[in-house]
């Protein structure tokens, strides 16, 4: 009987030390699990000190020129049969390139009055359908304020800017429909990177912007300029500006331009994307600025016979800006960093060729990365020619190379 008590008690004590030992272990496991949680933005155990590690953050852009739409070219849109105006097979290839962005501009040139016919020039005005196919294709970030801008009057620049705030997801501004829009500055983010846009225009081709409704249009102003930049600066990580400036046809930057581009670098400006001159100019970096003096022209109907041999051929050729826009947060040092990188560009032609289907002249945008002796014969001079005209100030600019086999 002794011995069968020493045994329970033995196996009674064993039982305590396993339920003890197993207590003890599931309690560390839990302690070491509070002191390291799961992450759970990818399920990775991570520690407290990642707090301390430095995160950066890249937003890709993609720019192109002016969206100035002739008559030509909305007509050559026309879909009888349904009575509509279509773009989409002119930016087909467009579409496909800007998949790969994320932060997408253009300069729309012209305005969008529904109270009045369509136009031509020199007081343009454009069917929206346009607008909608550019935001099909992907466009988000839209400069408004050109010498255009007027071409329909008050009514019509109010139309327009209404137009293009109704829309959503879309950074649209150098036109507004009152004070209070104007400085409602929209602040947009991609890839935890914010952002925002302000655009100008040297004037509206004689054309006054009413006294009691300067809103309607910015004009380029240098205090008003500074105005803008103090209330915006410390809002974002990033500050683009669009300039409409410079001369038409020239492909070279004024000493206008160079001066105004300077004043935007000292003041904080992070990009600035140039347009008006209806043709590619240099482009150059001051201090950590891009400058972008002129995209040229996205699609237009300037290659008429009208024009000279040198206007139709410089406003028949623009091309896609592109770069990486990188956030660096130092947590050890509480610093935030903007730098841009891996500037390049890829050329681009306004295609124009007579649609045998539609039975009538017809257009489309032609990145020179997909381009064929079918487009363009001289294809590889022209990329020559305007690739030498874009790195005039600055060589160092990465131009997409022509496809190897064309």
Same mark, same amino acid.
């Given at each position: 009987m002794? %011995?069968k008590?020493?045994v329970k008690?033995?196996? !009674?004590?064993?039982?305590v030390?396993?339920c003890?030992?197993?207590?003890?272990?599931?309690g560390?496991?839990? %302690?070491?699990t509070?002191?390291?949680p799961?992450?759970?933005?990818?399920?990775?155990?991570?520690n407290?000190?990642?707090?301390d590690?430095?995160?950066?953050?890249?937003?890709?852009?993609?720019?192109?020129?002016?969206? %100035?739409?002739?008559?030509?070219?909305? =007509?050559? +849109?026309y879909d009888?049969?349904?009575?509509?105006?279509?773009?989409?097979?002119?930016l087909? !290839?467009?579409?496909?390139?800007?998949?790969?962005?994320?932060?997408?501009?253009?300069?729309?040139e012209?305005?969008?009055?529904e109270d009045a016919?369509?136009?031509?020039?020199?007081r343009?005005?454009?069917?929206p359908a346009?607008g909608e196919?550019?935001l099909d294709?992907?466009f988000?970030?839209i400069?408004l304020?050109t010498?255009h801008?007027m071409d329909?009057?008050?009514?019509g620049a109010?139309?327009?800017?209404?137009?293009?705030?109704?829309?959503?997801?879309?950074? +649209?501004?150098?036109?507004f429909?009152?004070e209070?829009k104007?400085?409602e500055y929209?602040i =947009?983010e991609?890839?935890?990177?914010t952002?925002t846009?302000?655009s100008?225009?040297?004037?509206?081709?004689g054309?006054p912007?009413?006294s009691?409704?300067?809103?309607?249009?910015?004009?380029f102003?240098?205090?008003?300029?500074?105005e803008?930049i103090?209330?915006?600066r410390?809002?974002?990580?990033?500050?683009?500006? +669009?300039?409409?400036?410079?001369?038409e046809?020239?492909?070279? +930057?004024?000493e206008?331009?160079? =001066?105004?581009?300077?004043f935007?670098?000292?003041?904080?400006?992070?990009?600035?994307?140039?347009?008006h001159?209806?043709?590619?100019?240099p482009?150059e970096?001051?201090?950590n600025?891009?400058?972008?003096?002129?995209?040229?022209? !996205?699609?237009?109907?300037?290659?008429?016979a009208?024009?000279t041999?040198?206007?139709?051929k410089?406003?028949?050729?623009g091309?896609?800006?592109t770069?990486?826009?990188v956030?660096?947060?130092?947590?050890?040092?509480?610093?935030t960093?903007?730098?841009?990188?891996?500037i390049g560009?890829?050329?681009n032609y306004?295609?124009?060729f007579y649609?045998?289907?539609?039975?009538?002249?017809?257009y489309?945008?032609i990145? !020179?990365?997909?381009m064929?002796a079918?487009?363009?014969?001289?294809?590889?001079?022209?990329y020559?020619?305007f690739?030498d005209? %874009?790195?005039?100030?600055d060589d160092?600019?990465k131009?997409e190379e022509l496809?190897?086999?064309?």
């Amino acid at each position: 009987m002794k %011995l069968k008590k020493n045994v329970k008690k033995i196996l !009674f004590t064993i039982i305590v030390l396993i339920c003890i030992t197993t207590l003890f272990v599931v309690g560390y496991k839990v %302690l070491q699990t509070n002191r390291n949680p799961i992450n759970s933005n990818n399920g990775n155990v991570t520690n407290n000190d990642d707090s301390d590690k430095i995160k950066t953050y890249t937003a890709k852009l993609i720019a192109t020129g002016d969206g %100035l739409i002739h008559s030509n070219v909305y =007509k050559a +849109a026309y879909d009888s049969t349904n009575d509509v105006y279509d773009f989409k097979n002119m930016l087909a !290839f467009t579409k496909e390139k800007l998949k790969d962005y994320d932060i997408k501009y253009y300069n729309q040139e012209t305005v969008f009055n529904e109270d009045a016919p369509l136009s031509n020039y020199p007081r343009f005005n454009t069917p929206p359908a346009f607008g909608e196919d550019m935001l099909d294709a992907g466009f988000n970030l839209i400069s408004l304020a050109t010498n255009h801008s007027m071409d329909q009057g008050a009514n019509g620049a109010y139309n327009s800017a209404l137009w293009w705030e109704n829309k959503k997801d879309v950074l +649209a501004t150098g036109m507004f429909t009152s004070e209070e829009k104007r400085h409602e500055y929209q602040i =947009k983010e991609a890839n935890g990177i914010t952002y925002t846009m302000l655009s100008y225009t040297y004037g509206t081709n004689g054309i006054p912007v009413p006294s009691d409704k300067s809103y309607l249009v910015n004009l380029f102003d240098e205090e008003k300029v500074l105005e803008d930049i103090k209330n915006v600066r410390d809002k974002v990580d990033v500050l683009i500006v +669009a300039m409409h400036w410079g001369t038409e046809y020239k492909q070279d +930057a004024t000493e206008t331009q160079k =001066k105004q581009a300077k004043f935007l670098a000292d003041n904080g400006v992070d990009i600035i994307l140039g347009a008006h001159s209806h043709c590619i100019e240099p482009w150059e970096m001051i201090g950590n600025t891009p400058v972008f003096y002129s995209l040229g022209n !996205f699609i237009s109907g300037q290659n008429h016979a009208d024009n000279t041999a040198f206007v139709r051929k410089v406003t028949s050729f623009g091309m896609f800006a592109t770069m990486d826009i990188v956030k660096t947060i130092d947590p050890k040092t509480n610093t935030t960093t903007i730098e841009i990188k891996n500037i390049g560009a890829d050329l681009n032609y306004n295609y124009k060729f007579y649609n045998q289907e539609k039975k009538k002249y017809d257009y489309i945008v032609i990145p !020179f990365s997909k381009m064929e002796a079918k487009y363009l014969d001289d294809y590889k001079n022209l990329y020559q020619e305007f690739s030498d005209v %874009l790195t005039k100030y600055d060589d160092s600019i990465k131009i997409e190379e022509l496809p190897s086999v064309a």
